[in-house]
């Protein structure tokens, strides 16, 4: 059986986080869940500690340095790949993505396609909630992106992910350069130019239920630069990565006598 890991970045959560992680181990009870906390004050850590307390292999980060999106998602990167997991989903705590999605995603990646977006875009426009502007500014970032980089995808910005681990070798995850939501962008054109395969599957996007945005101007301005340069940058890669899905382990990080305890903060 397939080893699965899904990360969910976290900052002041605590609303959303009960319900949602059940809803995943509902969705997913075999999967392992990893939270990447960037010290949210609210509690959300320890929130999620109690919560996956109850489910094997499931861990919370307590991330205190280089915090952001990107850095919290790269984190969980490299925990899958050290663990030994075979895929890798993320998605956001905010119940934008609805955790029933997750087989969808899992049978795709099992059908051999190494990234798996959830996309809001490849059968039309699938949000709920959301004013039109923001529709607009969304549509108009992913061809914008989309055309310079001339990615084969309609929803080059969705959270909502699976990787293979291969992929995620092959994508040389240390020269990952972009902080912010531009790490989706980035993370896309490495796995593209990899000559990893990419493959959509439509979901249904639901504006966040309680919390704040992450969204900020300075998040904008890094989305706005990437593609520019990642247009002009060769990027290092690995690309005999994509050669075999072999994991360096394959144990569960439960397992004492086959692996160290995992670490639960960074």
């Known amino acids: 059986m397939s080893l699965v890991l899904i990360?969910?970045?976290?900052?002041?959560?605590?609303?959303?986080?009960?319900?949602?992680?059940?809803?995943?181990?509902?969705?997913?009870p075999e999967a392992h869940i990893?939270?990447?906390?960037?010290?949210?004050?609210?509690?959300?850590?320890?929130?999620?500690?109690?919560?996956?307390?109850?489910?094997?292999?499931?861990?919370?980060?307590?991330?205190?340095?280089?915090?952001?999106?990107?850095?919290?998602?790269?984190?969980?990167?490299?925990?899958?790949?050290?663990?030994?997991?075979?895929?890798?989903?993320?998605?956001?705590?905010?119940?934008?993505?609805?955790?029933?999605?997750?087989?969808k995603i899992v049978a795709a990646l099992e059908a051999g396609n190494d990234l798996v977006i959830g996309s809001r875009y490849c059968n039309g426009i699938s949000v709920v909630n959301w004013p039109l502007r923001?529709?607009?500014?969304?549509?108009?970032?992913?061809?914008?992106?989309?055309?310079?980089?001339?990615?084969?995808?309609q929803d080059c910005t969705s959270g909502y992910r699976g990787y293979r681990a291969r992929a995620l070798r092959a994508a040389n995850l240390a020269g990952v350069?972009?902080?912010?939501?531009?790490?989706?962008?980035?993370?896309a054109v490495r796995v593209h130019r990899a000559g990893s395969t990419l493959v959509e599957v439509p979901i249904l996007f639901v504006e966040r239920r309680a919390g704040q945005s992450k969204m900020s101007k300075r998040v904008m301005f890094e989305a706005a630069l990437l593609p520019w340069r990642l247009l002009v940058t060769p990027l290092r890669l690995d690309r005999s990565a994509l050669s075999a899905d072999a994991a360096p382990r394959r144990a569960d990080p439960d397992s004492a006598s086959e692996n160290p305890s995992p670490p639960r903060s960074s």
């Open 7 to 28: 990360v969910i970045p976290t900052y002041n959560e605590a609303d959303n986080l009960p319900t949602l992680l059940e809803a995943v181990h509902r969705a997913s």
């Open 34 to 103: 990893l939270i990447a906390d960037d010290g949210s004050p609210d509690g959300t850590a320890d929130i999620a500690e109690g919560i996956l307390s109850a489910f094997p292999g499931s861990r919370v980060l307590r991330r205190t340095q280089e915090r952001g999106y990107g850095r919290a998602c790269l984190e969980g990167f490299r925990y899958a790949l050290e663990y030994g997991y075979d895929y890798v989903l993320t998605l956001d705590a905010d119940w934008s993505h609805d955790p029933g999605e997750i087989p």
């Open 134 to 153: 923001r529709v607009l500014l969304s549509v108009f970032a992913n061809n914008y992106v989309r055309t310079i980089l001339r990615l084969p995808v």
């Open 177 to 187: 350069v972009s902080e912010g939501y531009a790490f989706l962008v980035e993370m």
